[in-house]
């Protein structure tokens, strides 16, 4: 049975000895390659917006709902519950966090929006973990049941007020940002269009130009979620249920309990980052606005490969392509054209000089595709741009199948005294 | 063997018949919540909903949202999530419907030249995420979402009068709008016309018996969702079974768009509705995967939709009945849950029994 | 006012029982799993409970774990009353379970798994550096050799068991419940396992050992408990009794024997693998070089410890892992490359070990069952549709003939006992007039009754041409019923060993790469008549050499009836 969201018949986990902790250093390298190579591609295309302070500040922005989903996503499967119902969970946070905007004030909001995603998540629990509904059944009623939820307290609420009405709320107070001082230096390094000095200042003006409170308090969650789940006993049991259950309960741990808790954290994630949307990536609430959001941040879970590291990772890429649509990136689309026809070639001879030879072959051709169409246009239409991030996704997935490691008991139906 | 066959008649009925009550009661409590009267909305909504022009419209839904659960049940009964049927209807129709306008075809040949199209272009959309999970491995449930996305960013691109869409009036973008021998016709019930693909949707649901129920392909794909391991080992090769099962699954997906497409619109606007893959699943979650099931959870969820336009009317958010609808679809998800642990014990109960009573006869006769 | 202290220890006088149980009676569904079970186990004891497979053993350790409640009795630990409603009662309580199924997260380190639930540290704090030195204190003071940063995945069976014995030392237990512990070892692992048993003992611990290996419990145990059909039938002290009178007293009367007399091998070579090598995905052989050939008739035996290649051997001649090189012949059809349907269609029949997992769809009927795996052939289809009124028909056929205990075949596979599934799994693939059989653990996990059913089902299909590749971790069951015996280990054939002659023993050696001695046979085989002490002596192994294809220690066929020509039928 397709218990989880990898097949382990088709794809069988990575075995322990082939999995290479990526250290610091190796990590840091990445990034100053990536960083490298990106500069290059925008000196050779000239479309400056891909590493402006602009761009990545809006990339920030978006890659916290789908972190925060994503984290939801890994709460919950280390705990062993598969949770499709993040994008339902997401939804409710949309819709409760502009209300508790909106009535209330910003940070109510939250608090609200966290709340509404608990509800959603105590939902999927009851279903999975006392009824023992298959999990990705139960997640996709949740998501029928989030949409058609928020759809009726639309009507209730937004109807009478200004500017709502049965899809979308008034508009939002903010919350407030904060800018590091030094940002108008990095601003003037930016404009000047030095290779790889002038895109570090754009990433690194993103990242402290008008950064909302907010996201300060999601990027710490990735922290928290590591030191919570490896460094405590708490963690420790939560963890144990994911990868045998029956262990665990033999132990003493409250496998129930846990599960319980995993998944309505699970929720209150998806529901923070559904709030986050509505008033900092938005200020508004609209149906249909989540697009698919809570489920690239499952994508970036899997990416992450189950660890809060990797998931930021994962969910900072993913924010990265969601964040051209925002600002009609067709050229910064096509620019990157080139960037993945790059990249792709490098992980094609990569499979090849690992004698992968039908993977290298295949994302050789791929890479020559990518690279003819980058020659032949100008820009990307924006349609195109619109699914970026999803057609981001789908990649990133067919390429990391390899090194794969879910928990070992994650989406199966668990009951007490065996399996 | 009569009493097995009463018992689980009662068994099978009796998750859908829990659910709708409970869907029921939960509905009427959020509407005694939100300032509502209960028994007035289902009554308005029940006068409403039997009324001739309803009926003909809620079979008009019906045929729709029937198929489109049918695609799903396919993918449900291998354990393959294709959430991606709304993609795939919507991308198949749109191509069909370019096709239909563009070629100049005698009238019937054109109909069954659409249909191919569009059965074609369904499976070979569902067929990206069959190929991505074979060999890579990737859930099929995020693949088929991430393609919704791209299908319909694919179609908003095509569409636009430049390319492959027309400009019709001053406003309206869509396709090439079908000749009129190719609109197929209705069949006249009372005052009005269904829809005349309904016997297509039929013959579908027939065909889906015959083949999950009947052949040696069904057999293989109900045990490779019962148990993979145990379909791996009599000789199932699952790889190829999943790539059939989800080409199925999109072809029929692909048909789903076309009682309105043959039937209405005659061409595929901007305004072709959406959303009709996720009530697919949602009904075939209700009529478990059953032909007969999938029938009535079509006509319920389409009664419901149909009657709540008459809510308006009497001040009530029709927006009710969504949450009716998310709310039996929970409920019948934990309560065939529960039917089927019942079930099981019971049965576990009385095979020991009866190998009890066989025991005691045996001891009679051994020294 | 004067507060008796509460002791941790049990008191040290010898009266005192460290458990008493008293009318134990546990009902499920469908079976009474205890009925008024009574046992007192003395403390700083070794205390077995023997019992055949479903016996009730497992769940009256539940029950004393605390993962079950008892619908009627009483339980008594250090003569207090206690009553457990989860492990962590009885964990508090001081008994400590070691399962037979290992509990343990394999992608979890040892540390973790060990002190899961009762961890080191403060304000919720996992002290992990604690947690090791108490690990490694224990390791020691036992001899387990227990490295607490290891990943549990990459650590063998011996070491797993250790792992699980340090888990409940950990937590302070005195009482410990080993269930089944020897099932996976080897007899000089057991060896090593007794010693540490009697290490416990002599600190006061008290063991309770959950065990159907007579010969075993007789060595080490100090008082024995025997159940049969959920209830006490007996409680022995080892030197008052026999293995035979234990095996008596556990069945409760004339135990079946797997033995096979006559030799009904043919001349007609059924299969021949040559050269055949299976590599694991990191590269590894996990089957290398493996050439052995089956005769019409012929009963092959594979010998090994779990973990040796034997299910990798079973899953590459039946097409479910590929094969890194090699053949593999069917009579005249090379079937190398076909996949598994085809091979099944060739005629192989498989029972499998693990017959939950790939053996039945346990939510379907029986009669959806008897198509599985045949879902190409008649009576089960028709050109490309189910013919549901024969594979029904046939159905009801293979219940009558193989004595499948159900009232009827709409039943859920999953509602029949784990005897009664086997037994249709071994008449359905009968059904398919096979020619060869794959069996794997044929009656692993499967009550006495059923167990003799199918020895008798392999033996007739056995005398009519069929041949067999027998893989066992019974080691009388694959005594019994081979023609020839090989031993695996590593991934290769190491020896050949003749079953009229090989005691456990010396095949015991074999399977842990001592190499088979020419010697005297061995002890009285407690499930039957002892084997003769041949004069002919064994083949001696040639370790790491490979036994001839199909040739070794058949003897003289004593057969009844005229060796078959090659080509000819069966009656």
């Given at each position: 049975?397709?218990?989880?969201l ?21 990590v840091l390298?990445g990034i100053a390659?990536l960083l490298?190579l990106v500069s290059?591609v925008r000196?050779?295309t000239g479309a400056d917006d891909i590493t402006s302070s602009g761009t990545i500040g809006a990339a920030l922005r978006l890659a916290v709902p789908i972190g925060l989903a994503g984290l939801g996503g890994l709460w919950s499967e280390r705990a062993?519950v598969v949770n499709i119902g993040l994008e339902g969970q997401l939804i409710l946070g949309t819709w409760f966090g502009a209300w508790g905007a909106f009535e209330y004030g910003a940070w109510w909001g939250a608090l609200a929006g966290i709340v509404g995603g608990a509800l959603g998540g105590l939902i999927h629990a ?9 999990h990705i059944?139960s997640g996709v009623a949740v998501n029928i049941l989030g949409a058609g939820a928020t759809r009726f307290l639309s009507a209730l609420v937004f109807v009478d007020t200004p500017g709502g009405g049965v899809t979308q709320s008034p508009t939002l107070p903010p919350i407030d940002t904060f800018t590091l001082p030094g940002s108008g230096a990095l601003r003037t390094l930016e404009g000047?269009g030095?290779?790889?000095?002038s895109d570090l200042a754009g990433v690194l003006g993103g990242l402290v130009t008008q950064v909302s409170l907010l996201t300060v308090v999601a990027i710490a969650l990735v922290p928290i979620s590591y030191v919570l789940l ?31 808790l995993a998944v309505i954290v699970s929720g209150g994630f998806a529901g923070l980052g559904g709030a986050f949307l509505a008033e900092v990536a938005t200020s508004i609430y609209r149906e249909g606005q989540t697009n698919g959001r809570g489920y690239i941040g499952l994508a970036a879970m899997i990416f992450g490969n189950w660890r809060p590291g990797g998931l930021a990772a994962g969910a900072g890429i993913f924010g990265y392509t969601d964040s051209l649509q925002l600002r009609s990136g067709g050229e910064s689309v096509h620019a990157l054209l080139l960037l993945l026809?790059?990249v ?26 990518v ?8 820009t990307v239409p924006d349609e195109f741009v619109g699914f970026a991030p999803h057609l981001t996704t789908l990649l990133v997935l067919s390429l990391a ?19 | ?80 999530f294709?959430i991606g049927?709304d993609g795939?209807?919507r991308i ?37 995420a ?8 990737v859930s099929e449930v995020i693949s088929t979402i991430m393609l919704n996305v791209i299908g319909a960013g694919i179609v908003a691109y095509?569409i636009d ?109 901007q305004d072709?509705p959406a959303g009709?893959g996720f009530?697919?699943i ?35 958010p029709?927006e009710?009945?969504t949450i009716?609808?998310g ?41 | ?571």
């Open positions: 049975m397709t218990a989880g990898v097949d382990q018949t088709i794809t069988p986990p990575a075995p322990a000895r082939r999995r290479r902790r990526l250290t610091l250093p190796v390298l390659a490298v290059l000196m050779v062993g009851v279903a999975t973990v006392t009824f023992g509904v298959d059944v000047k030095w290779f790889l000095v490896w460094r405590t006993k708490f963690g420790l049991r939560l963890r144990a249920c994911g990868e045998a259950p029956s262990a665990a309960e033999s132990l003493g741990v409250n496998v129930y309990r846990m599960k319980y026809a790059v792709l070639a490098g992980i094609g001879v990569w499979s090849l000089v690992r004698r992968r030879r039908l993977i290298g072959i295949s994302t050789l051709g791929v890479a020559a595709l690279l003819v169409w980058f020659l032949l246009t100008d199948a390899q090194r794969l490691r879910p928990p070992a008991a994650d989406g199966r139906p668990y009951r007490r005294g065996g399996d | 063997m009569k009493r097995v066959d009463w018992q689980r008649t009662v068994l099978v009925l009796a998750a859908p018949t829990l659910a709708v009550v409970v869907a029921v009661l939960l509905s009427s409590i959020v509407l005694v919540v939100s300032g509502n009267s209960p028994l007035r909305t289902f009554e308005s909504m029940l006068d409403f909903g039997i009324d001739p022009d309803s009926v003909i419209q809620i079979l008009n839904k019906s045929t729709t949202y029937y198929l489109s659960a049918l695609a799903v049940a396919i993918g449900f009964r291998m354990n393959l294709n049927v795939q209807y198949a129709a749109f191509f069909a419907a370019v096709v239909g306008g563009w070629l100049a075809l005698p009238g019937p040949l054109l109909i069954v030249v659409v249909i191919l199209v569009a059965v074609a272009v369904g499976a070979f959309w569902a067929g990206i069959a190929v991505l999970k074979v060999t890579r491995g095509l009068p430049s390319r492959l869409g027309v400009l019709i009036g001053s406003q309206q973008v869509s396709t090439e709008p079908m000749p009129e021998s190719a609109y197929l016709p209705g069949i006249p019930l009372g005052e009005g016309e269904v829809f005349g693909f309904i016997l297509i949707a039929l013959a579908c649901g027939i065909g889906y018996w015959l083949l999950l129920g009947r052949t040696r392909f069904g057999f293989d794909l109900k045990a490779t969702g019962l148990s993979e391991t145990a379909a791996v080992a009599s000789g199932v090769d699952v790889k190829r079974m999943i790539l059939r099962a989800m080409l199925l699954s999109g072809g029929v997906a692909g048909l789903v768009g076309l009682p309105l497409l043959l039937g209405e619109s005659h061409s595929y606007g072709f009709f009530a697919g949602a009904i075939a979650l209700l009529g478990r995967n059953h032909p007969v099931g999938i029938a009535i959870g079509a006509l319920l969820w389409s009664f419901l939709e149909q009657s709540s336009q008459i809510l308006d009317l009497e001040g009530v029709k009710i009945v009716m609808q709310i039996t679809v929970l409920s019948v998800v934990i309560a065939y849950e529960l039917v089927r642990r019942f079930s099981l014990a019971q049965q576990q109960r009385r095979v020991g029994a009866e190998l009890r009573a066989a025991a005691r006869s045996d001891e009679g006769a051994v020294p | 006012m004067a507060s008796a202290p509460t002791a941790e220890q049990p008191a040290a006088s010898v009266g005192a029982p460290a458990v008493e149980l008293r009318g134990i009676t546990k009902r499920f569904p469908g079976v009474v799993a205890n009925s008024d079970v009574d046992i007192v186990v003395r403390a700083g004891t070794v205390h077995a409970i023997v019992g055949e497979n479903g016996a009730g053993k497992s769940t009256l350790m539940k029950i004393l774990y605390g993962m079950q409640k008892p619908d009627e009795g009483s339980i008594a630990v250090n003569g207090r009353p206690a009553a457990f409603s989860s492990p962590a009662d009885a964990i508090a309580a001081g008994i400590g379970m070691v399962h037979q199924h290992f509990m343990l997260a394999d992608n979890l380190t040892v540390l973790e798994n060990v002190v899961l639930g009762a961890e080191p540290g403060t304000l919720g704090r996992l002290d992990a550096r604690a947690a090791g030195r108490r690990i490694r204190e224990i390791s020691d003071a036992y001899g387990l050799g227990v490295q607490p940063d290891r990943l549990v995945e990459e650590l063998g069976v011996g070491d797993r068991q250790r792992i699980e014995i340090l888990k409940v030392l950990y937590r302070g237990a005195r009482i410990l419940i080993l269930d089944e512990p020897t099932a996976v070892l080897v007899p000089q692992e057991v060896d090593e396992l007794f010693a540490n048993l009697r290490e416990l003992k002599a600190e006061g611990i008290t063991v309770l050992f959950i065990s159907h290996k007579l010969d075993e419990v007789l060595a080490v145990a100090d008082e024995i408990t025997v159940i049969r059909r959920g209830t006490t039938v007996a409680t022995v002290r080892p030197d008052e009794v026999t293995a035979r009178r234990l095996a008596e007293l556990m069945v409760g009367g004339e135990l079946p024997s797997p033995e096979t007399r006559e030799s009904t091998v043919r001349e007609r070579v059924v299969l021949t693998v040559e050269a055949l090598t299976v590599r694991s995905p990191d590269g590894r052989a996990v089957l290398d070089d493996v050439t052995l050939g089956i005769r019409a008739g012929e009963v092959l035996g594979i010998a090994g410890v779990e973990g040796n290649g034997q299910a990798e051997l079973v899953e590459a001649i039946m097409g479910l892992r590929p094969a890194a090189a090699g053949r593999i012949v069917l009579a005249d059809r090379d079937l190398t490359a076909l996949d598994t349907r085809e091979r099944r269609e060739a005629g192989i029949g498989f029972i499998p070990e693990d017959r939950q997992r790939q053996g039945l769809l346990l939510e379907a009927s029986l009669w959806e069952n008897r198509i599985l795996g045949h879902q190409t052939r008649p009576p089960n289809v028709s050109g490309p549709w189910i013919n549901r009124d024969g594979a029904r028909a046939d159905t009801e056929r293979i219940v009558r003939e193989y004595d499948v205990r159900t009232p009827s075949i709409d039943v859920l596979a999953s509602a029949l006992s784990g005897g009664n599934q086997q037994k249709l799994i071994v008449g359905r693939e009968m059904s398919g007039d096979p020619v060869l059989l794959l069996a794997a653990h044929p009656t692993r996990g499967v009550d006495v009754g059923a167990q003799a059913a199918i020895w008798d089902a392999l033996r007739t299909a056995r005398a009519e041409g069929l041949a067999v590749l027998l893989i066992s971790a019974d080691l009388d069951e694959l005594i019994g019923l081979s023609d020839t015996i090989q031993v695996i280990l590593r991934g290769r054939l190491v020896a050949d060993a003749d079953p009229r002659s090989v005691t456990p023993e010396e095949l015991g050696s074999a399977m842990t790469g001592a190499g088979l001695a020419a010697g005297p046979a061995g002890r009285a085989n407690p499930a039957g008549p002892a084997n003769p002490a041949g004069p002919e002596a064994p083949d001696p192994a040639a370790p790491g050499g490979r036994g001839p294809t199909g040739t070794t220690g058949t003897g003289p066929p004593t057969s009844d009836r005229t060796a078959a020509r090659p080509g000819e039928g069966e009656a």
